[in-house]
């Protein structure tokens, strides 16, 4: 009898790894390095929200909550959701809490892609988006925004690239990992094709609360895009809650249906003391979050002024926590200057390839991390770069 030469299915054994896990595990066993790979914040979730969790558990609240989540944390995420972005949610039947915002993309995909459906996906973007369409039987058709337009897709170009395949648009703003994010009138003309495509926006805000200068819009905000937009957002990143694994997704009652049947199969429902922490972040939280943006705004001002300083031109960005500045007047590629810059002087950085085939020439810098960090990683990277 023949033995199979594999076992894995052929779309998950052409899958990439991420390109950011791959720096990030080869520093393991190395002195002295500091990281700006990771967009992880150097904060501890607040005490408070941890808190809550602890008295969960003291209180006995160990036993699985409903599919959708806690109606109480659900309803909490409604007046959120109603008060920062001026959009109402049914909490009973459009909105269902995810473990982390990762599945809620994953679980949003899958809900609403038949095989062969495309989902036009904005480059540079977080690694996983074109993987996750891959695996719910979609194709990721990739839209390249440029470094011209400060990385942000035009609408021209999500226009030109619409078939009568297309199911979905696949957008990040503020977008990780170039912390570029677009203004209202660049949204407006981007639901403007969904709407006359018939498309659906699904919108990673994951870093809405982490904007600097100007107002947040969400794509649920803009008139008429409500029924049209799958919003994705989590408690990770303005809270500092990346090992809870809590999100959410809001979405029209018939997508929420459909998502949360692929849920309870998968998952039942997030941690019941996660979803207790989250209840009391959303409630008492707003101090924190406000403390920790105005940080990170300290040290994005810092780390764009030394990049730019030491001869790697980079954007300013206006929110998330990530500065994406070019490294192509060193004369190496991304993967390369990233690897060498390890190397020599202990500081990981990611190559911009990894976030798509446009960042390549740019590295992402992450400064979630403390200012003295930061100012050793600059000093080390001005030192790599003048020895160019």
């Not at 009898?1 to 066993?29: C, E, Q, W």
């Not at 018939?198 to 029924?227: N, P, Q, R, W």
Request: proline letters at 4%; charged letters at 25%.
């Amino acid at each position: 009898m023949a033995i199979k030469t594999s076992y894995l299915a052929n779309h998950v054994r052409t899958l990439k790894p991420s390109g950011i896990r791959k720096f990030f595990d080869a520093t393991a066993g190395m002195k002295d390095v500091i990281s700006l790979g990771v967009g992880e914040p150097d904060f501890v979730t607040p005490w408070n929200v941890r808190e809550a969790a602890i008295l969960s558990l003291e209180d006995g609240y160990t036993s699985y909550t409903a599919n959708a989540g806690m109606l109480e944390l659900r309803e909490a995420i409604a007046k959120y959701v109603d008060d920062y972005y001026c959009v109402s949610y049914d909490p009973e039947h459009e909105i269902t809490v995810t473990v982390g915002a990762s599945e809620a993309i994953d679980i949003a995909l899958r809900a609403i892609l038949d095989p062969g459906d495309e989902v036009l996906v904005v480059e540079p973007c977080f690694v996983s988006y074109a993987p996750l369409v891959t695996l719910a039987g979609g194709v990721p058709v990739i839209v390249e925004s440029k470094k011209e337009n400060d990385f942000k897709v035009q609408s021209e170009q999500l226009e030109a690239a619409v078939t009568d395949r297309t199911k979905a648009i696949m957008i990040c703003s503020p977008n990780n990992p170039t912390g570029s994010m677009l203004s209202k009138r660049e949204m407006e003309q981007i639901a403007n094709v969904a709407k006359r495509h018939d498309l659906l926006i699904l919108s990673d805000e994951i870093y809405a609360e982490l904007v600097y200068d100007d107002l947040y819009t969400s794509f649920a905000a803009i008139d008429g895009m409500k029924d049209q937009t799958i919003l994705v957002s989590g408690f990770s990143k303005d809270l500092a809650m990346t090992g809870w694994r809590l999100g959410y997704v809001c979405a029209p009652r018939e997508i929420t249906q459909g998502m949360l049947k692929i849920h309870q199969y998968a998952i039942m429902c997030a941690s019941t003391m996660a979803q207790h922490a989250g209840l009391e972040g959303l409630r008492h939280g707003r101090t924190d979050m406000a403390e920790m943006r105005k940080s990170y705004r300290q040290r994005r001002n810092y780390i764009v002024q030394s990049l730019n300083e030491m001869g790697l031109p980079c954007y300013k960005p206006e929110g998330a926590f990530y500065t994406f500045p070019s490294i192509e007047a060193t004369g190496m590629n991304s993967e390369t200057f990233a690897t060498r810059l390890l190397q020599e002087e202990r500081v990981v950085v990611v190559p911009g390839n990894a976030f798509g085939d446009s960042g390549e020439g740019h590295v992402r810098c992450s400064y979630a991390t403390s200012m003295s960090q930061l100012q050793e990683a600059m000093k080390r990277m001005r030192r790599f770069v003048e020895k160019l």
